[in-house]
């Protein structure tokens, strides 16, 4: 018996085209303009629905709240969202309550009959929770990959499940995680977070599961750490790859005994939180070379979100643009400002190696110099020049580095500032950040280092500056 499919869309001309789309692929379809008259025919419960998809705004009763009300009664029907209003907070809302899926208009009519085969295959059984919405300013954009992180945080929201949120430095892990936090049943609880790699190692564990009065030298008075702040709530731990070992081995022990010890205590402390981690680190190279725990790592690992960066999402520049120069004007307490379409054009042709956070600081640049409030193409290409040129030279191997897009603006400001020797100077910069590097990785020997990059140990020693070994 051929699948039947209930369509509830205001607009005549769509309904009709979904209608005829769904049936040549073997549906069966009837069609309401009206919430509450297609909820009433549900309530009758002949015929039996396989499948809804709905606008998110039609009459009588809109899309979330008869999503609402069919996961009260209907927790089998999967529901289909497809709406030309969305927005980052609908997207989150419509998977957290259980929606099977969320596509913006137009949709491909193609992938409308993969998703109607994909739901009517398998129940949807995520599980009603009913919360407000949160403000999420800098959750910005609506290509496709982004709308999968949407997706992702809707349906990870309601559980209780620890949440590894992997991408590379600055595309925004922890407005996942504070995304996360906010949609979920502990909104109303502590939402903690910790940089992992910004605290000192011999101080991290006093942080994470506090002290006693007198644990250690200058510990006068006892300390909650972050875990028993966080309790009832959720603690974010970014940089999750940077902790040591000995303090891989106390978190595990935490996650798995739900309880933490204070540094210098007796006893232990239960305590229920919800952990999000996040890492631009290759945590199963770090498994494989025995840096990270295994355990800990399928611990953090449960459930995993990966942000894209920003050359994957490059539709989404005008969008982060728009809000970003919008933010900046607030700051500044200036008139609303403007970037012109070249300029906008400009910013889709890099590669941002320092994704969301090198966009913003271009812009604050560009702003800040522009004339007239209104940022131009040579507003823009003085400020990526700058950002380019504070790139220390240790970082050039760092995670998410685009080689090509540092030399190009490097070459840019060499053709501004006159340079002919750019070559010599940019092999010269390369060469000793691989000497430094290379003695560092073998423990200052500059025999191993020298053998390690083909060189001699005069050479590794006067490209490191001298440095002793």
């Known amino acids: 018996m051929p699948a039947r499919v209930m369509l509830i869309e205001d607009q005549r001309s ?12 073997g549906f069966e379809v009837d069609c309401f303009d009206d919430g509450s008259v297609a909820l009433n ?32 009664r209907f927790a089998y029907l999967p529901v289909l969202f497809v709406t030309a209003h969305g927005s980052v907070e609908t997207a989150i809302e419509a998977m957290k309550n259980g929606a099977f899926d969320y596509q913006e208009k ?61 991408g590379e430095t600055g595309t925004g892990k922890e407005l996942v995680a504070n995304a996360i936090h906010q949609f979920s049943p502990r909104s109303d609880k502590p939402l903690i977070a910790v940089n992992c790699a910004a605290i000192p190692e011999g101080l991290l564990e006093s942080e994470l599961f506090g002290y006693e009065k007198g644990a250690f030298t200058g510990a006068q008075k006892a300390r909650a750490g972050h875990f028993e702040r966080a309790n009832g709530g959720t603690l974010f731990l970014d940089e999750i790859g940077d902790i040591p070992w000995n303090t891989q081995v106390r978190l595990l022990r935490v996650i798995q005994e739900k309880a933490v010890q204070r540094l210098g205590a007796d006893g232990v402390l239960k305590v229920d939180v919800r952990i999000v981690a996040a890492t631009h680190r290759n945590l199963e190279e770090m498994v494989a070379s025995n840096q990270f725990r295994e355990d800990l790592y399928h611990r953090l690992s449960v459930m995993e979100i990966r942000m894209p960066p920003l050359r994957e999402r490059l539709d989404d520049i005008p969008a982060l643009a728009e809000y970003f120069i919008g933010r900046f004007c607030n700051e500044y307490g200036c008139a609303p400002s403007g970037i012109e379409p070249e300029a906008l054009a400009l910013l889709k042709t890099q590669d941002w190696p320092g994704n969301i956070r090198q966009l913003q600081n271009v812009l604050r640049k560009a702003l800040l110099s522009a004339n007239n409030l209104t940022i131009s193409t040579a507003d823009l290409r003085e400020s990526l020049v700058q950002t380019a040129a504070k790139t220390p030279a240790g970082q050039l191997p760092g995670d998410g580095f685009d080689m090509g897009a540092w030399v190009r603006v490097m070459v840019e400001k060499a053709l501004s500032e006159g340079v002919e020797n750019l070559r010599e100077q940019l092999v010269e910069q390369l060469d000793a950040t691989l000497a430094k590097e290379a003695l560092q990785a073998c423990d200052g020997n500059r025999s191993k280092a020298a053998k390690l990059l083909g060189v001699t140990r005069r050479t590794v020693r006067q490209k490191a500056g001298g440095t002793p070994g």
């Open 41 to 72: 025919a549900l309530f009758a419960g002949k015929p039996r629905y396989q499948l809804i998809v709905t606008d998110y705004h039609v009459p009588g009763l809109d899309g979330l709240a008869l999503l609402k009300q069919l996961k009260r």
């Open 106 to 166: 137009p949709i491909d009519l193609d992938h409308l009959v993969e998703l109607a085969k994909e739901a009517c295959a398998r129940a949807n059984s995520a599980p009603p929770i009913v919360a407000s919405g949160a403000d999420l300013p800098y959750l910005v954009g609506r290509s496709p990959k982004m709308m999968d992180v949407y997706k992702q945080i809707g349906r990870l929201a309601a559980l209780p499940a620890t949440v590894l949120i992997r």
């Open 14 to 25: 769509t309904s009709m085209l979904y209608q005829e789309v769904l049936e040549d692929a």
